[in-house]
């Protein structure tokens, strides 16, 4: 979407993908317990996005959790994504909900783990 004259978008989307597992333990669940034979955020999100966001030609940006980059059941999506013409940006690599809390080093090591994971 274009604003016209200056060529800036209207607006800009971005979505935030957290995983069942990380709103899982949000909500004080333990998310090992998750079954890995459950649906991902992204088997049952992305294609929705995906669909929509190209009828209305919309380019997104998605903050993704790096632990989700490694998994390979998830990798088809990111593929997608980015064939699709959207950015993926950074949400840590176990979208810790502390790192004010956390040594710098440690923060330092959930993002630039992830950073590398998206360059990929």
Request: proline share 3%; glycine share 4%; net charge negative.
């Amino acid at each position: 979407m274009k604003s016209g004259a200056d060529d800036l978008p209207l607006a800009t989307v971005q979505v935030d993908v957290d995983p069942f597992w990380f709103i899982h333990s949000l909500r004080g669940g333990d998310a090992t317990l998750l079954s890995s034979s459950e649906q991902t955020v992204y088997e049952t999100a992305i294609p929705r996005y995906l669909d929509l966001f190209a009828e209305q030609g919309v380019r997104a940006t998605f903050f993704v959790v790096g632990r989700d980059l490694e998994e390979p059941r998830n990798r088809v999506w990111f593929a997608r994504l980015r064939a699709a013409g959207h950015e993926l940006a950074n949400h840590s690599f176990t979208h810790r909900t502390d790192l004010r809390d956390i040594e710098e080093s440690a923060v330092q090591e959930e993002i630039e783990r992830t950073d590398r994971l998206c360059k990929e």
